[in-house]
Nanobody, 115 residues
Framework: QVQFVESGGGLVQPGGSLRLSCAASGSIFSIYNLGWYRQAPGKQRELVARITRGGSTTYADSVKGRFTISRDNARNTMYLQMNSLKPEDTAVYYC?????????WGQGTQVTVSS
């Protein structure tokens, strides 16, 4: 069983930066492809970035060039560096597999971009 704990969210002004962390339990972290999702109020949860076991990355068009996903398998942790934040990035951010496993959803971390 895998459990994720997301952290690093907060309130930031437009144009600012945040670094999110996703800590996973268990030693099987390294075998999975993983992704960062977000859910804004009144909207469906969307996958914004994914990373393979080997470190290859892909991004949603809305965040491409601004967000960077990375992972440290030795620390069982995944990261999302978010730069040039926009108000439309406001959402709760979660981590899971690109084909999400229902039981792996954590509490998420709130990101609010506002002046």
């Amino acid at each position: 069983q895998v459990q994720f704990v997301e952290s690093g969210g907060g309130l930031v002004q437009p144009g600012g930066s945040l670094r999110l962390s996703c800590a996973a339990s268990g030693s099987i972290f390294s075998i999975y492809n993983l992704g960062w999702y977000r859910q804004a109020p009144g909207k469906q949860r969307e996958l914004v970035a994914r990373i393979t076991r080997g470190g290859s990355t892909t991004y949603a068009d809305s965040v491409k060039g601004r967000f960077t996903i990375s992972r440290d398998n030795a620390r069982n942790t995944m990261y999302l560096q978010m730069n040039s934040l926009k108000p439309e990035d406001t959402a709760v951010y979660y981590c899971n597999a690109p084909s999400p496993v229902q039981s792996w959803w954590g509490q998420g971390t709130q990101v609010t971009v506002s002046s």
